[in-house]
């Protein structure tokens, strides 16, 4: 029997949710009952078509011309989904336009806190979309932003969208290099650009880094700046600045339909150990994907506040901006998650009224090691769901959330990637809560955990691997010769179907999964498999380490090598009396062979510029393999803290 849940969703909630609205509407609609979840579920991913076709329907897309067929073939990589259409993103999120109410929310690390009416947008958007015209910005041009999470991020994607021109952006906070390895792959025409930004009550100025990516980018026509901080230089006279566009007050604002599987934008993956893969979506694959999830399992409802942290060079940037299909305000915020404290975020969601809070299991397992307790010291009447994701969110962090932060609200862990722009599994109003478990599988994702023979299994570890397409999948890598790149990243081990990477476990009683870390960093130890997630768990219950990572080398003559790396709190110690406690820890909660070969104390964690914990390029660096093949320097968020690991890969014999 599954142990009690943490929360379980009031049938008043259930009963008004999206969710159940669309199964009265497939009762309607398509004459189909279903009992339970489960069943919807197994439906959506056995009849996709006429699944995506529903979608389509009971969200009223608007195609400007109409489709042929739902879907080409089910024979993936390749897949052509609603071939023959054409719609317009932007012109869906404006369907919402209510001239006075609300749109952005826009809060800044520094206090200060601005409203944005649809009216407001709406001009801004058309006055930036003319001067994209005036330029001579076309359907499948590219335009690219060095931008912070600020509401002109959102008026210049909008503007591009609307023209059905091709969108990227990254933070900056991105190195030099890093940005032009991105941009210089997809040949923009124009870039908007901040001359800085603040982080930690701290300006950032960064005319010479934006300076340097415009020399770096000959395919460049117009350079657009907006002066966000007064810590800065000045920028050359033939730039643009953006505060002189808002002055056309066109009210006009035209939507060019663009094809169902034309590009929307490009994202990248890390490249942690190479060029960034620039990832292709489709516009209207985006479309129909965002639609779905926001409405089914972050049940997103007008007149409620949507806030996730996060930059403008991870893909949640691009998952925000889909709350506005769903005709609620979009909750923004620059600046650092805590700063002046770790109280900031409650602190703005108390002056903002966030409804759905969402932010990154690091961020909560770091606001639980420093016993921070919102539910003592904050009101959060208005939340009533948090979502995480980022990392798999350890069993502690669960019932965190619910004894310090508020024990009536919906936690939604969920993952999936930059990959689809969206993710694979999360919340379900129809389940409950249970401690470290994603809730379900989403619709229309036919995914399964296989083990080693390729047979899909359940309360077992197993590699996470989706079986059937989904319209958000890339189109394309930018560039990629015969899809070559893009068929090694997914499609290498089972032919025709997407390994996505990750291990995971699917618990039969609950329907729920967990999901154990990367597949590529599992430590692989004596041919037993073991999570890092596993590992990351039980050390999270020391209060003393703040962080760690664990790596398991495979040397010469058959032996195995499995390091722990701790980043100790301040004023910490690792002694013995701590290192028994981490062994112990690791061999009650798990076993004998979750016990590394050795612990050692580190100055930190190397991290991408995403925050995700790099594993698998430290142990190329613990392997002695080149230090430019192991890892990108300029990806990285701490690249100091390379220096450590290519030392101790020295001591390694």
Known sequence: MPVAPLYTPPRSVTQQSHLNKYKN????????????????????????????????????VSFHSPYKNVLSNYNMPGVKWFEGATLNYAEHIFKN?????????????????????????????????????????QKGDRVVAFLPNIPEATIC?????????????????????????????INPKVIIAVNGYYYNGKPYDKTDVVNSIVKALPSLEEVVIHNYIKEANTFPEHYTSIETLWNNTTETLEFTPVEFNDPIWVLYSSGTTGLPKPIVHSTG????????????HNDVKPNENYFWFSTTGWMMWNFLQASLLMGSSMVLFDGSPTFPNFNALWDFSDKVNITHFGTSAPFLVASMKRNISPKTTHNLASIRSISSTGAPLPPDAFEYVYKHIKDDVWLCSMAGGTDVCTAFVGGCLEYPVYSGEIQCRALGVSLFAYNDVAETVEDELGEMVIDKPMPSMPIYFWNDAENKRYK????????????HGDFIK??????????YGRSDATLNRHGIRIGTAEIYRAINNITEIEDALIVNLELEGGNHYMPLFVKMKPNQVLNDNLKALIKHELKTEYSPRHIPDAIIEVPDI????????????????????????????DAMKNPESVAFFVDFAKSIS
């Open 157 to 185: 994607f909008l503007a591009a969208n609307s023209l059905g021109a091709i969108w990227s952006s990254t933070s900056p906070d991105f190195g030099v290099d890093s940005v032009i390895d991105r941009f210089s792959q």
């Open 25 to 60: 509407w497939l009762s309607t609609h398509y004459n189909l009952q279903f009992n339970s979840y489960e069943d919807l579920w197994n439906w959506s991913i056995t009849h996709i078509e006429d699944f995506w076709k529903s979608i389509t329907q009971y969200f009223d």
């Open 506 to 515: 699917i618990n039969s009683e609950t329907k729920g999964l967990v999901i």
């Open 606 to 633: 190397p991290y991408t510029i995403s925050g995700k914990k790099m594993e698998a390029p430290v142990k190329k660096i613990l392997l002695k393999m080149p230090l430019e093949k192991s890892i990108n320097i």
């Open 488 to 499: 090694s990243s997914y499609f290498e081990d089972y032919p025709g179907k997407w390994r």
């Open 97 to 137: 336009y209510q001239a006075n109410k609300t749109a952005i929310i826009f809060g800044h690390e520094s206090g200060t806190i601005k409203n944005i009416t649809w009216k407001a947008l709406k001009l801004k958007v058309a006055a930036m979309a003319q001067y994209f015209k005036s330029i001579g910005i």
């Open 285 to 296: 694959g985006i479309l129909l994907e965002h639609l779905k999830y926001m409405a089914f």
